[in-house]
């Protein structure tokens, strides 16, 4: 009763991936999880793999819309200027990113929108602004307003968590017993005051090497720590709206049997 997926999704058709290729990583990826534990509830090392990690790159753009910011319905109300992730991480918003997957020559109010650093060496320097909530916060905006009915929300175009320097085989390697996280399951994050809490599937990790499947567990903490402590990999690959390569993170709470 195990089931996984794959997929690709793209402008232009010579940019898909080739659809027996996308069938057999489907495939390959339920069989793996045949035969699940359920493991002790504990604290222990927990990597995303990239498609799980762009998870925590969208609830950080939530956190940074400008209309969270004006309701103060953000976590990160406070945190402009402040340092939010390690020295040496950086997100990006490109919307000009040629054959990118939200890619645009200008937003829904007709402004064009250079390339903005949200997260610069760890810190964060800027909201996601269109006219209406930059005007609200005594800003100017940035470009970044999207049609909804008949008005326009802030939203991203190509955001991106930057790459790091380790690689996905360090990581693993690195981890005495951990959880690599495949799957997540459930919608509990809550954006105003960052606590974490969701279903996950994956694969359990002893002595740096990826044991047997794990399902049923929980993992949960809070996404301003889980941000502080986030270390990235060096696989990303910028084929969707949002972009990430893997990424650790030590000291969060699996709740297990």
Do not use: C
Not at 24 to 32: C, L, T
């Amino acid at each position: 009763m195990e089931r996984d997926y794959d997929y690709d999704n793209q402008h232009h058709m010579e940019d898909l991936r080739n659809g027996r290729e996308i069938g057999q990583e489907a495939g390959e990826r339920a069989a793996a999880r045949v035969n699940p534990r359920q493991v002790e509830t504990q604290n222990a090392t927990i990597i995303f793999e990239p498609r799980m990690a762009r998870t925590l790159v969208s609830h950080f753009a939530g956190a940074i819309n400008s209309s969270s910011i004006v309701r103060k319905t953000s976590f990160l109300r406070d945190d402009l200027g402040n340092r939010i992730f390690q020295p040496g991480i950086s997100i990006i918003d490109e919307p000009g990113i040629i054959r990118g997957a939200a890619s645009r020559p200008f937003d829904a109010e007709g402004v064009t929108g250079d390339d903005l650093k949200l997260i610069d060496d760890g810190e964060l320097t800027s909201w996601l602004l269109d006219s209406f909530h930059a005007r609200e916060l005594d800003l100017q905006t940035n470009g970044r307003a999207n049609r909804s009915g008949s008005n326009t929300v802030p939203g991203s175009t190509n955001l991106t968590l930057e790459a790091g320097v380790l690689s996905r085989a360090d990581m693993i390697s690195s981890v005495k017993s951990g959880f690599y996280v495949t799957e997540l399951i459930g919608q509990g994050v809550n954006l105003v005051s960052g606590d974490y809490s969701r279903g996950a599937s994956g694969f359990w990790i002893e002595n740096g090497e990826l044991t047997y499947a794990v399902s049923e567990v929980t993992i949960a903490g809070n996404l301003r720590d889980m941000f502080s402590r986030l270390v990235v990999g060096d696989d990303l690959d910028k084929r969707f709206g949002t972009n990430a390569p893997t990424v650790m993170i030590e000291d969060i709470t699996i709740a297990g049997r």
